[in-house]
């Protein structure tokens, strides 16, 4: 492994060797429905808290994407996993049945290319055979947790965007497989000073724009080097501001730049306004959707960047601004 | 690097260049109170709420720990940092004034030694020259989010512990320095089935006990290895539930078995029951007194088995057991 300016170049390439998306009902019937593993109709997937339906959604892709690459969780070194609960507990306690060596993150949204980021680290440095790396979130745990309980019926302001309940999870190898992971650029906290918590892309964005500025100076890569450039989830209106930054500095990566957040719903039937968010948002996309797709030769290089907004509710009631980080995985097909 | 049963060998000994710690007035007060970098009298650090104050305390640590290793914020490559409160704000709101490529982690009170942990396989593999890892907590923050608000007057039960005011840091380096880290043992999630949120002992013990298992199996080294195995903060409960349980296993670690909830706090005269806890409590107790100790001779080899109860009152209102977990790492000094 290499590090040019904070951008990872991993000598030994780790292989994705599998992935599962498992997604709930308004997700599955969104356009990108048909690409999921599973659509649960039922919010508590049979539990009785959302809290623990949302680690159930985690444990159900972690089995799917073992179980495609023909694994048992014994098989696995490690686990990478995070979310969006507070103090993470979706993904703790989907950990705790796996029984294997488990290192939990926080990136907010951003979570999924943490996880596979420093899966990736662990795997190029020798670390073990088999990385688990997995994501999820929950629309009415995160609503309860963040904003209002669903019974109030809040109003949601144009900005704001829909928590995808649902969960990704990929299984990192050191075994020759198509997909590969070449380097990587981690992200830095970044934060311009907007306090709405219902705006999330707004904040996200001049991080995602940071990574990538970091990303192709670091690798000398020409803008048009990725068939996609993939972002977490700013949705429409961080798509839009990010867009609008590039074009200020000359760039223009609008051709090939997608959006999880966007992707994940349809904006005019299904009243997500900005689209989608959360820790599964772009779990979900990358793994239910994007990966199959470079299997089938839709894309051969793309560059995840997932995005993540660091705020707290506590901090959003104390005035603060809202820090945020993208961090940014090149995954290429060979 | 190489993983034998779940422990990382450390090919190139990440050293620990240097460390900071920064406590509050009750810690300054208590038996290591004349080890600790700076005691701070004030709880709020001049700030107006106690989450500003926790990541102003996260912010020290890492300034002193940078200053004594005479780098700048920009020699660093990466930070490593989390903390207890929701979102890991107190470290996303530290890390956003660093400006330097930042990994959020979630470890509850284990977070210091999943940091040094990661840090280390960072460096090991050539992911970069200096790695920041600094971990927080602050009593009156976490009183407010995990129990009940201090105007409140709740009463204590014996086993619970006390949120340690504080943090440390420590800067990881390529370089040689006296003291280094061979391997690390990465934790499971154990869960034996507490439910009580105020015995975070009584649920972390055996989660420290099954990483240590795991770590002399996979070494081979002698109980005796260690002058000093280092618990997190399992307390006064937590500690000889722990003893108890290599007993009925017929061993006896209790010679060299210190814990820094206990050591933090005067158990007779300071009023903290079961001991100090949080992130910020191993992290000041090994940034502040053992590895300065270390360079004075007291100590040649210590095992820091930090230990975190992953729980959330959110999950502990529904009645879940607390799943926890125990990294331990293996630091030398030549």
Redesign the interface.
Known sequence: ???IN?T?IFENKPSIASFGAVVGKKEGEGPLGKYFDLCENDAYLGK??W??AESGFLGESMDIALKKASLSKDNI??VLS?D??????SS??A??G???????????CSTMA?SLL?GS??L?????DYILCATGSHFCSAEK?FRTPLEYGGQRTPTSQWTVTGSGAAVLSRKECPIKIDCAT??????WGIKDANNMGGAMAPAFVDTLNRHFKATNRPLDYYDLILSGDLGHTGKSIANELFHKQKMDISRYFEDCGVLIFDKETQDTHSGGSGCGCSASVLCGYILPEMLKGKYRRILFAATGA??????TM?S?TI?S?SHAISITIE
Do not use: H
């Open positions: 492994m290499k590090n904070s990872l009785k808290s809290e623990q070194d490690f995070g969006l609960m507070n103090q993470c507990t703790g306690y950990a705790r796996l029984e294997r060596p488990f290192f939990g993150l926080y990136g907010a943490e420093l680290v662990l190029d440095g020798g670390g073990g947790q981690v992200g830095r906290v970044v934060d660091l705020m707290s509710p506590t901090l104390q603060e820090p980080i």
